[in-house]
């Protein structure tokens, strides 16, 4: 599965990004997970082709994800921003909700200023 993501970039604190990550194959489960500075890899969101969702209790109210099967992408809509948001995006795709697939996307950049 080859996983492309798009929509990085960099805003001030309170602003918005969209984050797309386009999948080569329709996949279940998508999703992304994120790396900031000092800490390991963390879920963000994962959703199901049917629309279920897990998101990381510090992502939720901010962070929305969502998907459009057609396309075989996911969206994070990433809103009220924070410099500590600041990172590596990446995107995911596998067979369960609760844990990551085996296939990542190369990772897209997020930075957040104050």
């Known amino acids: 599965v080859q996983l492309q993501a798009f929509g990085g970039g960099s805003v001030q604190a309170g602003g918005s990004l969209r984050l797309s990550c386009v999948a080569s194959?329709?996949?279940?489960?998508m999703g992304w997970y994120r790396q900031v500075l000092g800490k390991e890899r963390e879920l963000v969101a994962r959703i199901t082709r049917s629309g279920d969702t897990l998101y990381a209790d510090s992502m939720k109210g901010r962070f929305t994800i969502s998907r459009d099967n057609a396309k075989n992408t996911v969206y994070l809509q990433l809103n009220s921003l924070k410099p500590e948001d600041t990172g590596a995006y990446y995107c995911?795709?596998?067979?369960?909700?609760?844990?990551?697939?085996?296939?990542w996307g190369q990772g897209t950049l997020v930075t957040v200023s104050s």
């Open positions: 995911n795709v596998g067979v369960g909700l609760s844990l990551p697939g085996n296939y």
């Open positions: 194959e329709n996949i279940f489960s």
